[in-house]
């Protein structure tokens, strides 16, 4: 049982201090759980810390390649909306 | 501190922070010492004297609709954004050689990209080797003050002698609409609850600071249709509790920067709508008018960024010599502190502006010009820009109170965010467009194209004051146009009043 981080991290040290673990290292180009040592917080908290204070949604998967934090869940940007914004970014 | 004479605490005008002269600026001679050579807090010393943040403190405790946690952007000029996160020992680098490179540089900020309090060990670690390797240099931070009531001992003990907080609501109604969430003793709150302890830690981290005599400022971000009417009431609550400056910025929101507001179409206000709300603010409490929204990495004057010059593998090559830098620095804040005090002085000893006073009861029928707004292409307190070199220009509203500044504009890195603002739009047009409202523009020269162009908007370009103090020109300008029949009374001048 371990939590992954992918490449949509932005390395800004927010979950690293709060690892009960210290599972999350810095690394290039972004920073990576081992997966030997997270528990996902379980006996330590009643959620993983990491994804508490996870800025970006998606960043964080859990074991089955869940996001921990989806779409719209953080921002509070519902996704169609989002996606219409990038296509009129794209189509000016 | 360099021997300095305070002004007289009276009838302080141009010099203040926005304040108008009508009224003093409510600061003590005390107080007014200690900001005199921030630039950040007086609005004077922000010609002559340098600041700089160094972006040591990523991670953040809260999301605020108007940021997005994608920080790294070279070409973005707005808080929250930096090139390159810098280690505490890195970070003290930088600011020793900024602070020989610029040695106008009195102040050391840190203010993100993140919340500096949410690092307190990286922002700590910096702020105590530097308290020792430069301790001319004045410390400060900027936070959201979620974790501000938990830290002010570690503040006091660090000799920090300014903090901003920003609050943007003393409502969790309003904060709800603001903030989406916080991260609270291990988890994750979202809404009103959320805003609700925000609030909360903010008030009571304002009300520790000032009972520690440490100077606090409040920024607070306007955000049409959600706190803007709200604004005024944060600006008397903090004031009540010892507040002594009050900024508030113009939301900053663009699709293209992925914020919560930018995307879902929230627009950002119009200079007039800032003004407005500013000057019904300042009844209240000290407005700052100067504010340039900076980046958590900015370097040098307000207004400038540096910050392309000090990158680390350059700071790496360079050889100095911190001691002599020191020595140079202490040198030339004392020579910039008694020209900025002889200035000081001369606004309070001058007399008043020839023109006739508005005193209706007893000379209703002189004539009295209106207020004009005037856009100033300045440098180091001059009139020093050519208009087609000008990033930015402060805006001065002349009367006959003399000249004070409201605001400034940028002329080429942000546009409103409307449709009309494609990346086809020249820079002139949008320039014109950022100084609506402005019935003049002074700069040190200006070609001929938008001198054409400029005058068919109705903004007249003037360059006969290049070189002169920017506040003097303000006056000369207006005093011409009073005598030219300009500004007499009339239906815009009810409106201007």
Known sequence: ????????????????????????????????????????????????????????????????????????SLTGIPPERWAEAQAEIAAR | MTAFETPKASGCSAGSCGAPSSQADGMSDALRARVQDHPCYSEDAHHYFARMHVAVAPACNIQCHYCNRKYDCANESRPGVVSELLTPDQAVKKTLAVAAAIPQMTVLGIAGPGDPLANPARTFDTFRQLAAKAPDIKLCLSTNGLMLP??????????????????????????????????????????????????????????MLVARGILVKVNSVLIPGVNDEHLKAVSKIVKAKGAFLHNVMPLIAEAEHGTFYGVMGQRSPSPAELKTLQDACEGDMNMMRHCRQCRADAVGMLGEDRGDEFTMDKIEAMDIDYEAAMAVRAELRAKLTAELAAKRAGIHDAPAPQVIRFTPRIEPQKPVGRPVLMAVAAKNGVVGVHFGHAREFLVYEASAGGARLVGHRRADAYCSGDDSCGEGEPVLERTLRALAGCEAVLCSRIGIEPWGRLEAAGIQPNGEHAMEPVEEAVMAVWNEMLAGGKLDAGPLAAKCA
């Open chain 1, 1 to 72: 049982m371990a939590l992954e981080i992918i490449e949509s991290c932005v390395n800004c040290w927010a979950c690293v201090p709060l690892c009960p673990n210290k599972a999350i290292y810095e690394a290039a180009p972004h920073f990576l759980v081992d997966r030997d040592k997270c528990t996902e917080c379980v006996g330590d908290f009643a959620v993983a810390q990491c994804v508490a204070i996870c800025p970006i949604e998606g960043a964080i998967l859990d074991e089955l390649g869940v996001e921990m934090n989806p779409p719209g």
């Open chain 2, 150 to 207: 938990g830290h002010i001992d570690e503040l006091a003990k660090h000799n920090i002698d300014h903090v901003t907080i920003t609050i943007n609501c003393v409502d969790a109604d309003v904060g709800a609409l603001i903030y989406p969430w916080i991260f609270w003793q291990n988890r994750r709150i979202h809404g009103r609850e959320a805003a609700a302890i925000l609030i909360g830690q903010q008030q009571k981290g304002l009300e």
